[in-house]
């Protein structure tokens, strides 16, 4: 930086950045980086590709669905399929799920990579913030699914829906709730 | 509509005979007698469900609701007939003892 003036030596270094004026008066100490990730849950013996499981919480409980695969974050893979109850291409926490006996082979469903790998996939899209111009305007929530998602879930379900079909009662099973009854 | 839970009944605090812990309430579970049926029941969640004056929003769903609950969990077991401890996120109000509590089958290990 240069300096005018007579007698100030014509430049001077400067930082770039300066400090705060404020500071606190004991040093804060800064907390530890928390390094910790959750691995991946280790799945259940009872819960096996093509298991039906019980959906135990959310908005689909009581439901019975077929389970893909186990997700690198854990998270087991199901699908209802769509056509039978609803349930799409979804992500279920394995403490949430009851393992039923019932199995179907999945072996050579392919599921698209999508859904495997990347697991914002699954989330919804961010909300986006409405600008202060935008505050009168009516905007129409876009409830429907993203094309993608929706050309997956078709994927995956017409590979497994003869197989379901094949089995007597399955299709009727896997529409109908779960729920606990007397006794 | 699904029932996913087990009724419970709050039937008081962890209390010797003069001083009760008012953080550990006692539930007994219908259906459960034995100490070895309880075991299915550990670690699982429980709500006790109750009804305020105003109705406030819920988060989740979002729609205006004059339920609450007490979430808590259900720790181990309370005697040999059993009877079951949980701990909740706040300790239960005394006017459970006695009210129904829903005993949830999450976190399930089926």
Known sequence: KEIGGDKNGGSRIVPTQRESRYYPTEDVRRRLANRKKPGMAKLRSSITPGTVLILLAGAHRGKRVVFLRQLN??????TGPYKINGVPLRRIPQ?????????????????????????????????????????????????????Q??????????????????????????????????? | ??????????????RGQRNQDSYISLIKIEGVTTK???????????????????????????????????????????GSSGAVRASFRTNLPPKAIGATVRVMLYPSRL
């Open chain 1, 73 to 78: 974050s854990g998270l087991l893979l199901v």
């Open chain 2, 36 to 78: 070895a049926d309880v075991d299915i029941y550990l670690g699982k969640r429980v709500a006790y469900v109750y009804r305020g004056q105003k109705s406030s929003k819920n988060k989740i769903t979002k729609r205006d609701t004059k339920l609450r609950v007490i979430w808590g969990k259900i720790r181990r077991a309370h």
């Open chain 1, 149 to 183: 998602r929706i050309k997956d879930q078709k994927t995956v379900d017409d590979q497994i829906l003869p197989k379901i079909s094949g089995v007597s009662h399955l299709k009727k099973y896997l529409s109908s709730l779960f729920s606990l009854r007397k006794g």
């Open chain 2, 1 to 14: 509509p699904v029932k996913l839970f087990s009724k419970g009944v709050v039937t008081g605090y962890r």
């Open chain 1, 95 to 147: 403490c949430y799920a009851i393992a039923t006996s019932t199995h179907i082979d999945v072996s050579d469903v392919t599921i698209p990579e999508q859904c495997i790998i990347n697991e914002a996939y699954f989330k919804g899209e961010p909300k986006k913030k409405k600008r202060s111009e935008d505050m009168f305007e009516e905007t129409q929530d876009d409830k429907k699914p993203r094309e």
